[in-house]
């Protein structure tokens, strides 16, 4: 049953493990979005980076206050161009779309004046328009059929909005405004190149870098099994791009910020000298917000973050293998959780924190070298796998204790039934200790039993409370119980809990459980039933304990020959007369304790060599402030050297001179060794016989 439990534990684990593999790999929407989610701490974690070769110009409101309602004639448009590169822009970068002629009629005006300056201006991709778009010479490296290897990868629109033509023509770069968000509405990639019936136009940001370059066209390398590997600026880095190629924005970057109606010509040092100026729109209504990982910025923002990734040639990717990385980390994670939490012991589960947190430092690292690897989905997946095994583990523990204590309830205290749920392996282990057993045996259950006549009931009933009477004592004193036989019971001392002091714990057990015999009968001789007696044997020695029995049926029990023996000296308790026998181990482990009488010396049947029992009649404290028992002893000692000498007769008489000594508690006791001692007088005994009796009988 245990190798069931035990196999039932692994299988569920490996099932919770394929699951949590399984879900990754299908990787459905959700995932996406809490793995989206988790990288955009990273980004929040960065420290800022403030850009020294772009900054933003904004057409703010107080801009707007200057030069009027937007949007602005062609002529204010040439103004203000001209005012920045006037002032020193190494560049002018505009997200605006020239798409509709100038009412004034300035439109080649305004061309005329930006055909000698990198300019970029902006267009629009849509799926429903009647635009000119204007397009890009592009090298593309990779592809060996009729079809373009990129066709079924990078963003399709069916047409797009573009400037004037004039303008368009006049512009040294017009890139597309494109910024598709995530599921979660939140932007983090940006489209580098889109395509309108097979034809690739780049965004204003690939733009930006090639005009910044002086190279007419920018590269691709790309397939048809992996779509967009890479893009490339000739005097630039590679530009490492997803399948759609698009890259992911890296958000440390900012740029200083000025109104365009603070550009002031007579400074002493320009704010856009030698620099890439975005001039942008940010005035009330015609802003352009973008969610990003780090709050919400202008588009602007976006469009000088991402020339700045791609700038500086390290920019962010999620390479093929990390799919690989993230399922292998669950299973192996979740893997090894579940060996911790279902083979060692509890503290070493100290190591899932560092397993389950440890992902979050492992991916923050990748991120450090350029690598978005998830880390939430091998957290949430280890975290799951360790907490249904620890929740298996605990529900085991926890029948297992339940099962304790329906088992051990009733056969021992609160406090050893609580030590063994919490140690289980003190049962379930086994182990091989010194101990001290006690057997006992109900004496005058004829006439108690005669006494109720076909009373089953009432007859059950008072048995039950003798074994309560004879029981506490036990319990209180931490012992086991380990069976009842009929009206027969047996405990032990110093199992499964430690008891150093295990002999005087279990001879003053066996005293306090005649005690409770006698109380027990003041109850039922009131209601006119006959006393009864007790007889108990105490033996110290080693025994073997632990869970013993069939696979169905088991039970905690005791063996080895310490065991015996003291099942041995109990039964001659009826035959000597006395009520508590105790053997010489114990004995000699507890004889300044107790008040003790030598009863013979007894080689009990199956053994040759013979062993000293003893009668306990009190504490030996109490015997020395309220007996003079003192004496008796010394005539009882002397008595036994008679016998051992073969003096039978002087050892008739003391027995005789002793019998109304103790309390009259010996009577039984001298009377048999009369009968003894009479009965040895006849056997032809050896000159050194050593005074051993050999029992025939159990």
Partial sequence: MKGNNYMKKWIVSLVLLLLVVGVRYSDPWILETIRMKALDVHQQNQET????????????????????????PREIMQREVKKLFDAGAGMVVMPILFSQPDRGGKDLDFAKSIVAFPVVIGQIPANEAKGNPVPRGVAVIGGNGEEPPWANWIYEYNSAVGPVKVIGDAAAGVGMMSSPPEADGVLRRL???????????????????????????????????????????????????DANGSIWIDFRYKTKTISLADIDLNAEESFVQGKIVILSPTASGIDNPVATPVGVLQGHDVIATSIATMMTGTNISRPWWSDFVEIGAVAIGGGILAIIVLV?????????????IGSFFVSSYLFGQGYLIDWSYP???????????????????????????????????????????????????????EISICFSDLRGFTPLGESFGDDVKGLTEIMNGYMDAITQPILDADGMVIKYIGDASMHVHNAPIDD???????????????????????????????????????????GYLGEMGSTKRHSYDVLGDAVSTAARIESKCKEYGCLLLVGEATYDKTKNDFFYLKVDELAVKGKSVGIRIYTVLSERDWMMKNTNWGIGENQHIKMHEYYKAQQFDYAIRLCKDLYNEFDGKMQGYYDMWIERCEFMKTQPLEPDWNGVFIATTK
Avoid at 56 to 65: A, H, L, P, R
Avoid at 201 to 219: C, K
Avoid at 344 to 356: H, M
């Fill in 49 to 72: 980076v403030i850009l020294e070769n772009i900054v933003t110009v904004e057409i703010d409101n107080k801009t707007m206050d200057k030069n009027g309602q937007w949007p602005w």
């Fill in 191 to 241: 489209p580098l190149v889109v395509q309108i019936n097979n034809q690739l136009y780049p965004s204003i940001s690939l733009e930006t870098l090639r005009v910044a370059a002086g190279d007419p066209s920018y590269q691709m390398k790309a397939s048809g099994e992996a779509g967009v590997e890479a893009l490339r600026i000739p005097k630039f880095s590679k530009i490492i791009t």
């Fill in 344 to 356: 060692f012991p509890w503290f070493v589960s100290l190591v899932a924190p560092v397993l389950i």
């Fill in 379 to 433: 957290t949430l997946g280890m975290f799951f796998i360790w907490a249904i095994a620890a929740f298996m583990r605990f529900m085991s523990e926890y029948k297992q204790k339940m099962e304790i204590k329906k088992q051990f309830a009733g056969y021992a205290s609160p406090t050893v039934v609580r030590l063994l749920q919490e140690n289980p392996a003190l049962i379930k282990d086994g182990m091989k200790k």
């Fill in 500 to 542: 150093v002091e295990h002999p005087k714990s279990a001879v003053k057990t066996g005293l306090l459980m005649l005690e409770a015999v006698e109380k027990f009968n003041e109850k039922i001789t009131a209601d006119g039933r006959p006393p009864v007696g007790m007889g108990a044997g105490i033996n110290t020695g080693l």
